[in-house]
């Protein structure tokens, strides 16, 4: 069965900084593409960033990119995301995602949840201005 835990979600002010973590089990990490989307309170989801399975090429979001890193380490199981520069909207929860595939040699990008089979249960992240 898989579980993705996410972790290091918290209360930061407005141009700061956050690390979160995600720790996989029941699953090689290598195998599958990982990412994360966030939720606001209305429901929307976006994608944020997410990195290939060996971890060789990532995306972001058009409004995270430039301020987040997205990366992994597949010995320990775990994908990180550095979010820098925070602002209030980037307040939400934060899901740790898990593609079916790894998208290494995919000329594909996934950018929607569609493309994502397992689901974190989500850390919450809050921005003061």
């Known amino acids: 069965q898989v579980h993705l835990v996410e972790s290091g979600g918290g209360l930061v002010q407005a141009g700061g900084s956050l690390r979160l973590s995600c720790a996989a089990s029941?699953?090689?990490?290598?195998?599958?593409?990982m990412g994360w989307f966030r939720q606001y309170p209305a429901g929307v989801r976006e994608f944020v960033a997410a990195?290939?399975?060996?971890?060789?090429?990532?995306w972001y979001g058009n409004s995270v990119r430039g301020r987040f890193t997205t990366y992994r380490d597949n010995a320990l199981n775990t994908v990180f995301l550095q979010m820098n520069s925070l602002k209030p909207e980037d307040a939400a929860v934060y899901h740790c995602?898990?593609?079916?595939?790894?998208?290494?040699?995919?000329?594909?990008?996934?950018?929607?949840?569609?493309?994502?089979?397992?689901w974190g249960q989500g850390t919450q992240v809050t921005v003061s201005s």
């Open positions: 995602v898990a593609a079916g595939r790894s998208y290494n040699n995919d000329d594909e990008t996934p950018l929607g949840p569609h493309e994502y089979d397992y």
């Open positions: 029941g699953l090689d990490p290598s195998h599958h593409a």
């Open positions: 990195v290939t399975g060996s971890g060789g090429r990532a």
